[in-house]
């Protein structure tokens, strides 16, 4: 497992818009947008590797994209952008 964001502890994170950053740096990467616990998007996804209420594995370009939690369910699915909801508790990269 190469990150984790473990959304069960509290903590204070300090970012700029993505408008702001450098289109080399997004270019080709996955966009993640977490809104509070209940809803992840996820831009530039290449499909579901495994689906399940408690866990969903999402292949990106970085790698697979595993997200924890309970009720999860897939809200919708565009092209290459995914929206997920449900009582996300983790987000890991792997």
Partial sequence: MLGVI????????ATEPSHSLPTQLL????VLC????????VEDQYGILS??????????KEGELTVL???L???SMRGKELCLR?????IQWE
């Fill in 73 to 75: 369910y897939i809200a």
């Fill in 51 to 60: 689906y399940s209420e408690e866990r969903i594995c999402i292949r990106t």
């Fill in 86 to 90: 449900g009582n996300i508790f983790a």
């Fill in 6 to 13: 473990d959304l069960k502890k509290k903590f204070h994170t």
């Fill in 34 to 41: 977490l809104r509070g616990r209940g809803e992840l998007r």
């Fill in 27 to 30: 270019r080709g990467s996955p």
């Fill in 69 to 71: 939690g309970q009720e």
